[in-house]
């Protein structure tokens, strides 16, 4: 893989990572799904850790800390039903995306996430900070999240 093969593989999944934000926060669920292999794995059991004693790690209404999702599609439909009434905003920085090969990829992105939640919910707003641990495919031409780990090194709450 020449230099510049290698660069274009990092800003197409520059690219993959900015839609998967863009769908996330705007709640266009098909294109969210999208950004997923159809076998992706999705570890969602590190993103509620909080370091405040007084604070529940899963207060998120229907939140599972617990869970590994198979498929972009079943995640999605969890993150659409989770969401409901939630305005989010999240913002990925600082990508070190290692390039494996002419298909593969793995990345650590540093994360902020704002959640603010309806006026019936625990809590009215989350900001968390953490990292996104992924590997990515190249399929029929295009970039694709394989794997997703997500860690929290914070979660506020008001």
Do not use: C
Not at 103 to 121: H, N, S, V
Not at 132 to 151: A, C, P, V
Request: charged share 30%.
């Amino acid at each position: 893989m020449t230099d510049l093969e290698r660069l274009v593989a990092i800003e197409d999944i520059k690219q993959l990572k900015a839609r998967y934000f863009r769908a996330l926060d705007t709640k266009d669920w098909a294109l969210y799904a999208g950004v997923f292999t159809d076998d992706a794995e999705i570890d969602v059991r590190g993103s509620t850790d909080s370091t405040s004693a007084d604070e529940e790690s899963s207060a998120i209404d229907g939140f599972n800390d617990n869970a590994v999702f198979i498929g972009g599609r079943a995640f999605a439909d969890y993150v659409s039903e989770i969401t409901v009434g939630t305005t989010t905003a999240h913002h990925g920085h600082m990508p070190e995306i290692d390039v494996l090969g002419p298909t593969t990829a793995r990345g650590i992105w540093a994360m902020e996430d704002r959640l603010w939640q309806p006026e019936t919910a625990p809590f009215r707003l989350m900001h968390g900070w953490g990292h996104y641990h992924e590997t990515y495919e190249k399929r029929d031409g295009k970039w694709l999240i394989r794997t997703m780990r997500i860690t929290k090194l914070r979660n506020d709450l008001s």
